[in-house]
């Protein structure tokens, strides 16, 4: 971070000049004995609080810093030496290269309404400083279209984010999910529908010109908000995951995964990602219980359970035919509290309408892992709803867990 410095004449300057003793005749006298002192007030341009309604964190600046990077000062930090400098984009084609910067939708706050469609707005995030390896997005707002739902024949497919899409690169990620009769997937998957709330997380190289593109791909114009929170760190920084491709990350020893899109009530196709859970001190394992779970009893997977080879078995799947398109993954799942995958029978992959170590038709029931780190992965494919048009309103939501980790000797 680069260090703003104020220069401040302090209040000691009057004490000082009173105790020493001069005539006031002598010009040599004077020269001598008045000077002048100044205190160096020195602070950090981290994230402060803003008194703006529509940006709530801003960097703290001096105010002539805040000025020439283009910001705008809403509330003062550092105990009034600095302004919480707020800075916004939203035309398409602009550039980011400050910490703490919003991407909002033209507009914004209004919805956008493009002239024409599709139409593609872009964003370029750059490096706010070489050691730069994880940007996080937290998408404040978050409103597009939702994935379509078409039929062919007699399949209903579902999940597909035809209509609205936002899709990320890096420089040297580059490959993105495509719509389609089949689902591809990406470095980084696409998103659409409702993900208010939500956030991701992507990963940059170590060369100082990396830099990631954020491309929204708008087919209608209806549902078109956003507003995306820019947040950049080293990879020293103590709050963000220490290995790569944790597309969410998680702290504190409980919480709620969720997948995109689950308040909109659809589950998204083309998704290949994993959650990530930092594993608090003093804590061995993980638990995660069912909020709500419905990865879907279609024709895309058998509504089984995957064993992982039963006991001491290697962790790959018995049958190509048992969740092969639409599955979570918890490494180490049905493991004992104490960690030993001989204890039992153990299960990774998990789809259909229920979470359970021993699988359909056995009802929803807590998965304990002990293996770190704590992941969760979710895959997914084209979502075939059923064997006919009519259940066609009716496809998976997705799922919604709570973690809960476990405290142990490690």
């Not at 994880?134 to 579902?158: E, Q, W």
Request: aromatic letters at 10%; one cysteine or more.
């Amino acid at each position: 971070m680069n260090v703003a410095s104020v220069l401040l004449l302090t209040s000691i300057l009057a004490a000082i000049l009173a105790s020493k003793t001069f005539n006031g005749t002598n010009p040599s006298d004077r020269k001598g004995k008045i000077f002048s002192l100044f205190s160096i007030v020195q602070f950090q341009n981290k994230a402060c609080s803003s008194t703006s309604g529509t940006y709530s964190n801003g960097t703290c600046y001096t105010s002539g810093e805040c000025s020439s990077k283009g910001g705008s000062a809403q509330g003062n930090c550092a105990a009034g030496f600095g302004v919480c400098c707020i800075f916004s984009v939203s035309a398409t084609a602009s550039s980011v290269s400050e910490n703490c910067t919003y991407i909002v939708n033209p507009s914004y706050p209004s919805n956008y309404a493009p002239t024409s469609t599709p139409t593609t707005v872009t964003y370029t995030i750059n490096k706010c400083s070489n050691d730069i390896c994880r940007i996080r997005l937290d998408y404040d707002t978050f409103v597009l279209d939702g994935p379509v739902t078409t039929i062919v024949g007699n399949i209903a497919t579902s999940g597909q984010c035809s209509t609205d899409r936002l899709t990320m690169t890096t420089t040297d990620r580059t490959n993105v999910p495509a719509t389609g009769g089949t689902a591809t997937y990406g470095q980084y998957p696409y998103l659409c529908g409702t993900n208010t709330g939500y956030h991701s997380y992507l990963d940059m190289s170590c060369t100082s010109t990396d830099s990631a593109t954020l491309s929204f791909t708008i087919g209608g114009a209806t549902n078109n908000q956003w507003k995306v929170k820019v947040t950049q760190y080293s990879c020293n920084d103590p709050g963000v995951a220490s290995q790569q491709g944790c597309f969410q990350y998680h702290t504190g020893t409980t919480g709620t995964l969720q997948s995109y899109n689950f308040a909109g009530g659809n589950q998204l196709v083309g998704q290949n990602y994993k959650h990530c859970i930092r594993q608090e001190e003093g804590y061995c394992c993980i638990q995660y219980s069912v909020i709500s779970y419905d990865m879907g009893g279609g024709l895309a997977d058998t509504i089984t359970t995957c064993a992982i080879g039963g006991i001491g078995g290697a962790n790959r799947c018995s049958g190509a035919s048992l969740c092969s398109m639409d599955f979570i993954i918890i490494p180490g799942a049905g493991m004992s509290p104490t960690g030993n995958p001989n204890s039992q029978e153990t299960y990774e992959r998990f789809c259909g309408l229920n979470l359970n170590a021993l699988g359909f038709p056995n009802a929803n029931s807590p998965i304990i892992s002990c293996e770190c780190p704590f992941e969760l992965s979710h895959i997914t494919g084209i979502e075939a709803l059923s064997g006919t048009a009519a259940n066609s309103a009716d496809p998976p939501v997705g799922f919604s867990l709570s973690y809960s980790q476990i405290a142990g000797s490690c």
